[in-house]
């Protein structure tokens, strides 16, 4: 059974830099599968902001690509998500989820994390 | 940009017929998928390729996609469906992974 767990702080101060991580559990992140972050600010609907896939290869989307980067840690199945200079705007609910192996829909997704970015 | 328009809200009553509509430009050409979100939850996917059901989702949520639209049809709507729906397309030449706007379902 595959289960995702998102870890990170509840509170980040404006221009400071956010990092998540999400915990993989029943499937191996160097496995082929895409894995992806979504956000969901309060209220609004899904938003997707980056997948990571094979071996290295990564994807944002266009009007975040510049505060934003994926990463993996093979040796814990984890990947995280960083994203700075950070305003309140990016206050949400951020979800990681998990694709298919060729197919980016996402059957897997974790319970989320919610970020508030104040001072 | 590529862009999913669906409508804001859909109101049907129990036992009823929901259709919710994924518009796009030549969508019928893109695989799009359905997701399900209640209050407080992950979004739950419902309908992935434009009609294939993951396991363990009822029969009644179907999908189809045509033309400039793909509509999710839920039959025999049940108190239990009102929730958020959003579709969803992988879109390589953009942004890679389009949510529509999203659609809440009220069961009256």
């Known amino acids: 059974q595959v289960q995702l767990q998102e870890s990170g702080p509840g509170l980040v101060k404006p221009s400071e830099t956010l990092s998540l991580t999400c915990i993989v559990s029943?499937?191996?992140?160097?496995?082929?599968?895409?894995w992806g972050w979504i956000r969901q600010r309060p209220g609004q609907g899904l938003e997707w902001i980056a997948t990571?896939?094979?071996?290295?290869?990564?994807y944002y989307k266009s009007s975040l690509k510049s505060r934003v980067t994926v990463s993996v840690d093979l040796s814990k199945n984890q990947f995280s998500l960083q994203m700075n200079s950070l305003t309140a705007a990016d206050t949400a609910l951020y979800f990681c989820?998990?694709?298919?192996?060729?197919?980016?829909?996402?059957?897997?997704w974790g319970q989320g994390i919610l970020v508030t970015v104040s001072s | 940009s590529y862009e999913l328009t669906q409508p804001p809200s859909v109101s049907v009553a129990p036992g009823q017929t929901a259709r919710i509509t994924c518009g796009g430009n030549?969508?019928?050409?893109?695989?799009v998928h359905w997701y399900q979100q209640k209050p407080g939850q992950a979004p739950a996917l419902v309908v992935h390729?434009?009609?294939d059901r993951p396991s363990g989702i009822p029969e009644r949520f179907s999908g189809s996609n045509s033309g400039n639209t793909a509509t999710l049809t839920i039959n025999r709507v049940e108190a239990g469906d009102e929730a958020d729906y959003y579709c969803?397309?992988?879109?390589?030449?953009?942004?890679?992974?389009?949510f529509g706007g999203g659609t809440k379902l009220t069961v009256l």
């Open positions: 030549n969508i019928g050409g893109e695989s």
């Open positions: 989820a998990r694709g298919g192996s060729s197919s980016e829909y996402f059957p897997h």
């Open positions: 969803q397309v992988w879109y390589p030449k953009g942004d890679h992974v389009l």
């Open positions: 029943g499937s191996s992140i160097d496995s082929g599968y895409y």
């Open positions: 990571y896939y094979r071996s290295g290869n990564a």
């Open positions: 390729d434009d009609s």
